[in-house]
């Protein structure tokens, strides 16, 4: 078996899999809010009595988690394939990484936050 070192210990099915698993959460997501979209009026007071309830929040958070998963996934593939550099690979996972990380804790922050 052959280890690459930017991979932390994955293989092609376990991002197969993840790579599949978020599109179904995604799409799910989508879905629902369509749903909301075109079976309510839409004022802010329904927007945020939506966002307010814990299942959203709890959902959207699924989603975003999912979101960032894919498109980590995604990039890592093509920084992986298209950039020889091992340093400037190394450098550019980091900022998708460090991208990623603040994209997830304003989602959490702007849902959870007061």
Do not use: E, P
């Not at 799910?28 to 959203?56: E, M, P």
């Amino acid at each position: 078996m052959v280890k690459h070192v930017s991979s932390f210990g994955r293989n092609g099915v376990h991002d197969f899999l993840l790579v599949r698993a978020t599109a179904i959460i995604m799409t799910l997501y989508t879905i629902y809010l369509v749903s909301f979209c075109a079976f309510t009026d839409i004022s802010y007071v329904s927007w945020t009595q939506f966002f307010g309830g814990t299942f959203t929040k709890v959902f959207t958070m699924l989603a975003l988690a999912s979101l960032l998963i894919h498109a980590w996934i995604g990039l890592w593939q093509v920084l992986t394939d298209y950039i020889k550099s091992t340093k400037l690979r190394g450098g550019l996972q980091l900022g998708v990484i460090a991208v990623v990380l603040s994209y997830f804790f304003s989602g959490l922050f702007i849902l959870w936050g007061a």
